[in-house]
């Protein structure tokens, strides 16, 4: 059974912190990695897509990959009370069409 | 700019009942999926059909059937509606199975009692 871990959290920030959400998978051969914003009771928003080794950066976002570890996380710089939501971390699997999810990080940003 | 619309947005069923949730993306995307999410426990795939005329089954698809009705189309059915299946579902369409990002309708926060 291919695997997607978090932590459930809640993780809880100052607003103007970095954020910092992390994520390990099973499947060795993955290739492609996601992440998704679900704010409460909305559906999920992709906000990063990576698929090779290293940091991938979007505005306030950044994500990174270590494909060796199994480990992809997720930083956001000057977190905002509107970044409170459930990320989720997601993994293609290898040679197919499924995506496998974690069950989400909970971030709060305190104003 | 629709994108991937969902209907009903709520149900509620009896055990037994049957009902089918409907899903339409208009993106031209190939690919399309189910998923349900429970509390704690992430989205769970249900099936999906990677293109239009093929469906397989995903993680947990006992209990439910899909159409691939036409490209834009992609139905799942509940033939006999179990307290289990109480969940959030959602639909997702992505533009080729391969590159796997996925664009999410709205839900159906679906009951059985």
């Known amino acids: 059974q291919k695997e997607v871990e978090q932590n459930s959290g809640p993780l809880s920030v100052p607003e103007g912190a970095i954020a910092s959400l992390n994520c390990t998978y099973s499947d060795r051969g993955s290739q492609s990695f996601f992440w998704y914003r679900q704010y409460s009771g909305k559906s999920p928003e992709l906000i990063m897509s990576i698929y090779s080794n290293g940091d991938k950066e979007d505005g306030r976002f950044t994500a990174q990959l270590n494909k060796a570890s199994q480990y992809v996380s997720l930083l956001i710089r000057d977190s905002q009370p509107s970044d409170s939501a459930t990320y989720l971390c997601?993994?293609?699997?290898?040679?197919?069409?499924?995506?496998?999810f974690g069950a989400g990080t909970r971030l709060f940003v305190k104003a | 700019n629709a994108g991937v619309t969902q209907t009903p947005k709520f149900q509620v069923l009896k055990t037994g009942q049957s009902m089918t949730l409907q899903c339409a993306q208009d993106?031209?995307?190939?690919?399309m999926y189910w998923y349900r999410q429970d509390p704690g426990m992430g989205l769970r795939l249900i099936y999906y059909?990677?293109?239009?005329?093929?469906?397989d089954k995903g993680e947990v698809p006992n209990g439910y059937n899909v159409s691939r009705l036409n490209k834009r189309e992609f139905s799942l059915r509940l033939e006999s509606a179990a307290p289990s299946q109480t969940s959030v579902y959602f639909c997702?369409?992505?533009?080729?199975?391969?590159?796997?990002?996925?664009?999410f309708g709205s839900g159906t926060q679906l009951s059985v009692l």
């Open positions: 059909s990677a293109s239009e005329g093929t469906t």
């Open positions: 997601a993994v293609k699997e290898t040679g197919g069409f499924k995506t496998i």
């Open positions: 993106m031209n995307h190939n690919s």
């Open positions: 997702a369409s992505s533009e080729i199975a391969s590159v796997g990002e996925l664009f």
